[in-house]
């Protein structure tokens, strides 16, 4: 990604200058963003709203890959995942910080790229950035992201209250960012062993872009009130379909039951699995990074979520001693296990 | 810093495990934490109150060097640092987030003594810890928090508020963080010809304090309450004295007539600067990391902080065209310049 660029050496503007070259374009956009960037800190009024918080860093060689991440996409993505978080809690995201670390590898144009990806994230979303550092690092680049949202009093929705009864439903389709990434780490291999080859990518824009593009679902949030649904629970699903549900269940002390068969894998995503010899239920349940919502809703509520094309009813909510479990299309009931991406054991492999 | 410790590899417990162990001990202490860790954001409550968000990110190699620096204090620091960002807008910190990457070099021991120090500082400034991410990196520990505080409406200062004729105070003493970097350096170079040696660190206490564990100046806040004496603009020092003086004439489009004799640097520190070869005054100037307050007050509030053993008056605010200037002990005036810590600069002198 930095081969073909103009460069331009960091040190050639310093540390305030840089942060001056970033920033100046910013434009405030939430009449509650008071003070942004510029001083010691931000400042956003409230007006009896509530605060919402969320950060995420995000890893060179851990959690993206340069060779073939587009750094407008790195940007984009990195702040799509936090105001996800933010919709998770049935909240508008309003302002976000930034923080880079970078090395002395990656020239001007290469840092205005991944911040031109950060600031059509915001425009796309209504967020204003407001602050944040920018510093150097040894090796690689580094992003933390902190973003800031409001809701009324009330009206948050926690991991912790789901209801036994409760129906169980995701938003959108599951598996697409994990076989989207399954292809661009294919060829990367080829490329590595032929940089003459190009890249075979044919028919998988959809799981592409659902790995390095990820939206965040506020169009759900928008339609949960229209539907007069009030989620009882509510999480992202960033770690894979498995881990999300047991975080869910764990925290709500509850048990749930999944139903194989109706969980939502798009055709693109069903067709790469087959070819990459998986699972589509295991891209669906441990493969992540899908950015959408799963929340619990009384079944009082089914009439108005029923036949909805962004939403579906994946399971409902047991009492905590009947377990967390798959139901399997042949009818296998399954105990659930969290098999979602984990940095540490990530990490470990790749060292050893 | 790590090898006498006992190592539990990160791997045993898992990205989850390791937030598990390491958020179990929170206990949330502002009525305003009405959700902490746990969820995909935190919840902060605001009564007419404004919320003042900023954050910094520390990179090993660049912000600190394990060989002489304590976990525990690497912890506290990267705490106290942010707090003092949320100071100097006049604001009350209440909350933070804590991000951080490490490779699988760092047993849970060593993090656990990280976050030892991030406790005691959130304990000793009445900070709630409400959130954060954990991911492993390729090389090396960063951290970034990020601080949240209120302030209410109306009395934030800002940076680019000072007036002419407004007098310019510091709190406490300036150079000494510089100086206990440069014993703590020296100190590195000895045992890395001789590991035999024990480090000369005598009557070293006060500026090696100012450089591992620097205060926060929540007392000052409270002291210009107390005096009520109300700043017309303010910045922490973080980069040295020239650079925050700077921030606050350029933003405030002033200038300004900063006296070498006023000052307020600490005997040990004069005593080292001599020692070293290095002047004083350039400790002061640009060697930064002293996290005292900097701001400026109108002339009628002169006899409130006169005398004040924690304030001194080092200069005055003038018009823009008389530039920003150093009145030497000479009597010869000099153009400031800012020759403050540049990430960049420095980075790039240590590849060449």
Redesign the interface.
């Known amino acids: 990604m930095l081969e073909n660029m103009n460069k331009t ?3 050639q ?4 200058g ?1 942060i001056k070259h970033l920033t100046e374009k910013i434009e405030l956009l939430n009449e509650s963003s ?2 942004g960037v ?20 995000l ?5 993206f890959d340069l060779t073939y991440v587009p750094l407008k996409h790195l940007g984009y993505k990195a702040v799509t995942v936090n105001l ?3 919709y ?2 049935n ?1 508008q995201p309003k ?1 976000i ?1 930034v ?3 970078l ?2 590898r990656f020239p001007i144009e290469a840092i205005e790229e991944l911040y031109n990806g950060i600031y059509l994230a915001c425009k796309n979303y209504n967020v204003d950035v ?11 680049l ?1 992003i ?1 992201i ?4 409001q ?1 009324e ?1 009330g009206k ?1 929705v ?3 209250t789901a209801q036994e009864k409760d129906l169980l439903v995701v938003s959108g389709d599951l598996g697409g960012a994990y076989l989207g990434l399954q292809v661009l780490e294919r060829e990367k291999e080829v490329y590595q062993t032929n940089p003459n080859m190009q890249p075979d990518l044919e028919g998988c824009d959809y799981i592409l872009e659902r790995q390095l593009k990820p939206e965040p679902r506020a169009d759900i949030i928008q339609l949960l009130k229209t539907l007069e649904v009030h989620p009882t629970s509510m ?2 699903v960033s770690d894979g379909l498995a881990s999300e549900i047991l975080h869910l269940c764990n ?1 709500s002390e509850v048990g749930c039951q999944l139903y194989e068969e109706k969980i939502p894998i798009d055709p693109t995503a069903v067709q790469k699995a087959v070819e990459f010899n998986l699972n589509p239920t295991v891209a669906a349940l441990s493969g992540g990074e899908d950015y959408e919502l799963l929340f619990t809703i009384p079944m009082s509520d089914f009439e108005k979520v029923k036949g909805n094309p962004n939403l579906t009813i994946i399971g409902h909510i047991t009492n905590k001693d009947s377990g967390v479990n798959l139901i399997a299309n042949g009818g296998a009931q399954i105990p659930l296990k ?1 098999q979602g991406w ?7 492999e790749e ?1 050893s």
Do not use: P, W
């Open positions: 050496e960091l040190s503007l310093g540390e305030f840089l008071i003070k510029g001083d010691d800190a931000a400042i956003i009024d409230n007006n009896n709203l509530q605060t919402v918080v969320s950060t995420d860093m890893v060179e060689g851990i959690h996800s978080d933010i998770a809690m909240a302002q910080l923080s880079i670390a090395s002395s407001v602050g944040g550092d920018t510093t150097s690092s040894k090796s690689g580094i933390n902190t973003a800031i949202g809701v009093k948050a926690y991991r912790n999480i992202d925290q969290a984990d940095a540490f054991l990530k990490n470990k060292n």
